[in-house]
T-cell receptor
């Protein structure tokens, strides 16, 4: 079993729809959870950062972490064409431990 | 958020030449920097972990003599692809681990370098 599982998609939604992305993981030591957005041929950009379980909201973006189920989610409300990108989940156990990445989920928002 | 600058963003070189890619943390000190390689429509593949003032730690299967990493200061790490060949063509991305308290555990990425070896 891979450390982090993320369905690569692609996922196409109409503009204004809610985008729902998720990752599962196997390492119970993970405490720090991140979502990165990557546009084509650009470096990933940190979008959301969560420590331990719970929800975090930032504008149209909501990140959820359920450590008991080893499951994290990212929701994008009122999706825009500019949200079209690849979204990578990432997590770490802390300290200088490397990040474990999901494969990335390509999202296309259709105008 | 913190800024990581990576240069060049795009380079074409002849087979057999060496290419140096720079990664700088502009507004924080990065005790640890990472170098990744990414193929089209694939996730990031960690190549090596670079700690300031010490030798880099390479992932299994990554040639140390091929991909030279230097992390001479807390704000600069370089990756040199030596004697580049067409199979080395890829998108290379660096990232820096923040040292400030509110940057802990967060990783900030450079904009990437597309290397094309002819």
């Amino acid at each position: 079993q891979k450390e982090v599982e993320q369905d690569p998609g692609p996922l196409s939604v109409p503009e204004g729809a809610i985008v729902s992305l998720n990752c599962t993981y196997s390492n119970s030591a993970f405490q720090y959870f991140m979502w990165y957005r990557q546009y084509s041929r650009k470096g990933p950009e940190l979008l959301m950062y969560t420590y331990s379980s719970g929800n975090k909201e930032d504008g149209r973006f909501t990140a959820q972490v359920d450590k008991s189920s080893k499951y994290i989610s990212l929701f994008i409300r009122d999706s825009q064409p500019s949200d079209s990108a690849t979204y990578l989940c990432a997590m770490s156990a802390g300290g200088n431990n490397r990040l474990a990445f999901g494969k990335g989920n390509q999202v296309v928002v259709i105008p | 958020g913190a800024v990581v600058s990576q240069h060049p963003s795009w380079v074409i070189c002849k087979s057999g030449t060496s290419v140096k890619i720079e990664c700088r943390s502009l507004d924080f000190q990065a005790t640890t920097m990472f170098w990744y390689r990414q193929f089209p429509k694939q996730s990031l593949m960690l190549m090596a972990t670079s700690n300031e003032g010490s030798k880099a730690t390479y992932e299994q299967g990554v040639e140390k003599d091929k991909f030279l990493i230097n992390h001479a200061s807390l704000t600069l790490s370089t990756l040199t692809v030596t004697s580049a060949h067409p199979e080395d063509s890829s998108f290379y991305i660096c990232s820096a681990h923040g040292g400030y308290r509110d940057l802990n555990e967060k990783l900030f990425f450079g904009s990437g370098t597309q290397l094309s070896v002819l």
